[in-house]
């Protein structure tokens, strides 16, 4: 197959290029492009798949608010061509028999590709370094504090076993789990949701960011500091780019508070809180325009509508945002607020880079040819009512956007066109390789 009149954004810029597409592979580019079936996408823009690095889709355990199956479908629909999956499940994911769990689920279900998180716990620091290594595993998940699950590795002590258990780099969740607790009294005789930024403040990402770089450097071992939402660590994370890459997700760079508890109540709630405008300021001057952070992660984690009803700090934290990411981001870039390139670096080249994602996040040939179709001046209005988790709901609902996925492309098939989901689940497991940018 070749795709023909479209834009392409590589590398080396966006430029006007045809694609050649063999056996689930790019095999030509501009002049090269040579085939028989051919595609016109004339007036649309071609991505590297992006990579959704950061999804949580609660099975097994919680199938009730997200599963494999829909979640990799909420993927697809948003132009995500392949996710990382968190294992704060139930049970979580810390063994050898978790993970193939995982696996055996995915087959015949899974609409993209797919890798899943060890988690690190106490009981499992000493198996870290074979578990990260095993086919399909994207790398170890730390949790600093306590979130949801209960997955947690709280003290500087085993954190440095953890860090000296593998190689490969490490997913953080950097917030204190000692600070987290004293902060629990502003909330003990119960609160609005609109206390849940001062109830997990900046200080507490703070203690925890800087600690983990500290140990990180320490044990020579390579550290992805998840959802960023302060000012306050960008600073940090730009003096550790030796030892840290950093991630952030569209929810802080798009929601603010205290308006978004004000209109969404806890459906805006989430850990790391989504905070005020100056961090969110903070975030697109220095994180995303300045470089400090590395990778944009939707940090999908579906409750249902009854769970977020409840009186805070029941209401648990966590919203959809694998379906959203591209279109929300897509709206950034059409405000100017981000380049095409920068987002596909963001969205694509990085994550498979920073991870050792195998043939993914970019165009060229060799890579696999996982497409994420866009059109630039296509205007749509996210609806609760297109979202495909069973938890049915968007912190964006009624946003209208500029810019919007109309084709996604898994290793040369088209299974995605104009909000269809064509033919049958043909998600893969990803594969790694063990020396990270190759």
């Given at each position: 197959m070749v795709l023909t009149g479209g834009t392409i954004v590589t590398r080396d810029g966006i430029h006007r290029a045809d694609i050649a597409i063999r056996d689930g592979t790019i095999a030509g580019i501009g002049q090269e492009a040579r085939g028989g079936q051919t595609l016109d996408i004339t007036g649309l823009t071609v991505l590297p798949g992006v990579i959704d690095s950061q999804v949580h889709f609660r099975e097994p355990g919680h199938e009730q608010k997200e599963n494999l199956e829909a979640g990799t479908r909420a993927a697809l629909l948003g132009g995500v061509c392949s996710v990382f999956e968190m294992p704060n499940t139930s049970p979580p994911t810390t063994t050898a028999e978790a993970l193939d769990d995982k696996f055996r689920r995915a087959r015949g279900r899974a609409w993209v590709d797919h890798a899943f998180f060890i988690g690190a716990s106490p009981d499992n620091i000493e198996d870290l370094a074979e578990l990260e290594r095993l086919p399909g595993c994207t790398g170890v998940k730390i949790f600093m504090g306590s979130s949801t699950g209960t997955l947690l590795v709280p003290d500087d002590k085993s954190l440095a076993r953890v860090l000296a258990s593998g190689t490969r780099r490490c997913a953080i969740h950097a917030e204190d789990e000692d600070r987290l607790n004293e902060r629990k009294a502003l909330i003990k005789d119960g609160a609005s949701v609109e206390i849940h930024p001062e109830v997990r403040d900046p200080l507490s990402a703070l203690i925890a960011t800087r600690r983990i770089l500290e140990l990180a450097r320490?044990?020579?071992?390579?550290?992805?500091?998840?959802?960023?939402?302060?000012?306050?660590?960008?600073?940090?994370?730009?003096?550790?780019?030796?030892?840290?890459?950093?991630?952030?997700?569209?929810?802080?760079?798009?929601?603010?508070?205290?308006?978004?508890?004000?209109?969404?109540?806890?459906?805006?709630?989430?850990?790391?809180?989504?905070?005020?405008?100056?961090?969110?300021?903070?975030?697109?001057?220095?994180?995303?325009?300045?470089?400090?952070?590395?990778?944009?992660?939707?940090?999908?984690?579906?409750?249902?509508?009854?769970?977020?009803?409840?009186p805070y700090p029941q209401s648990p934290s966590g919203m959809p945002g694998t379906q959203t990411l591209l279109p929300v981001m897509l709206d950034h870039v059409h405000r100017g607020r981000l380049t095409l390139e920068r987002l596909a670096e963001l969205a694509s080249w990085m994550p498979a880079r920073i991870y050792g994602a195998s043939r993914k996040g970019a165009l060229a040939v060799g890579y696999d040819a996982d497409l994420t179709i866009v059109d630039l001046n296509a205007t749509r209005t996210i609806r609760n009512d297109w979202i495909a988790s069973p938890a049915g709901w968007t912190p964006f609902d009624g946003k209208t956007v500029r810019g919007w996925p109309i084709m996604t492309m898994i290793r040369g098939r088209v299974a995605m066109r104009e909000d269809e989901v064509l033919g049958s689940p043909m998600g893969q497991p990803v594969t790694f390789e063990t020396d990270e940018g190759d």
């Amino acid at each position: 197959m070749v795709l023909t009149g479209g834009t392409i954004v590589t590398r080396d810029g966006i430029h006007r290029a045809d694609i050649a597409i063999r056996d689930g592979t790019i095999a030509g580019i501009g002049q090269e492009a040579r085939g028989g079936q051919t595609l016109d996408i004339t007036g649309l823009t071609v991505l590297p798949g992006v990579i959704d690095s950061q999804v949580h889709f609660r099975e097994p355990g919680h199938e009730q608010k997200e599963n494999l199956e829909a979640g990799t479908r909420a993927a697809l629909l948003g132009g995500v061509c392949s996710v990382f999956e968190m294992p704060n499940t139930s049970p979580p994911t810390t063994t050898a028999e978790a993970l193939d769990d995982k696996f055996r689920r995915a087959r015949g279900r899974a609409w993209v590709d797919h890798a899943f998180f060890i988690g690190a716990s106490p009981d499992n620091i000493e198996d870290l370094a074979e578990l990260e290594r095993l086919p399909g595993c994207t790398g170890v998940k730390i949790f600093m504090g306590s979130s949801t699950g209960t997955l947690l590795v709280p003290d500087d002590k085993s954190l440095a076993r953890v860090l000296a258990s593998g190689t490969r780099r490490c997913a953080i969740h950097a917030e204190d789990e000692d600070r987290l607790n004293e902060r629990k009294a502003l909330i003990k005789d119960g609160a609005s949701v609109e206390i849940h930024p001062e109830v997990r403040d900046p200080l507490s990402a703070l203690i925890a960011t800087r600690r983990i770089l500290e140990l990180a450097r320490a044990a020579g071992r390579p550290v992805h500091v998840l959802h960023i939402s302060t000012a306050d660590e960008l600073p940090l994370l730009a003096a550790a780019k030796d030892i840290a890459t950093a991630e952030t997700t569209p929810n802080h760079l798009t929601l603010t508070a205290p308006q978004c508890y004000r209109e969404l109540g806890a459906r805006a709630q989430m850990n790391p809180p989504v905070r005020d405008q100056a961090h969110q300021d903070a975030l697109w001057e220095q994180g995303i325009r300045g470089g400090v952070i590395d990778v944009l992660g939707s940090d999908h984690a579906p409750h249902t509508l009854e769970e977020k009803a409840l009186p805070y700090p029941q209401s648990p934290s966590g919203m959809p945002g694998t379906q959203t990411l591209l279109p929300v981001m897509l709206d950034h870039v059409h405000r100017g607020r981000l380049t095409l390139e920068r987002l596909a670096e963001l969205a694509s080249w990085m994550p498979a880079r920073i991870y050792g994602a195998s043939r993914k996040g970019a165009l060229a040939v060799g890579y696999d040819a996982d497409l994420t179709i866009v059109d630039l001046n296509a205007t749509r209005t996210i609806r609760n009512d297109w979202i495909a988790s069973p938890a049915g709901w968007t912190p964006f609902d009624g946003k209208t956007v500029r810019g919007w996925p109309i084709m996604t492309m898994i290793r040369g098939r088209v299974a995605m066109r104009e909000d269809e989901v064509l033919g049958s689940p043909m998600g893969q497991p990803v594969t790694f390789e063990t020396d990270e940018g190759d």
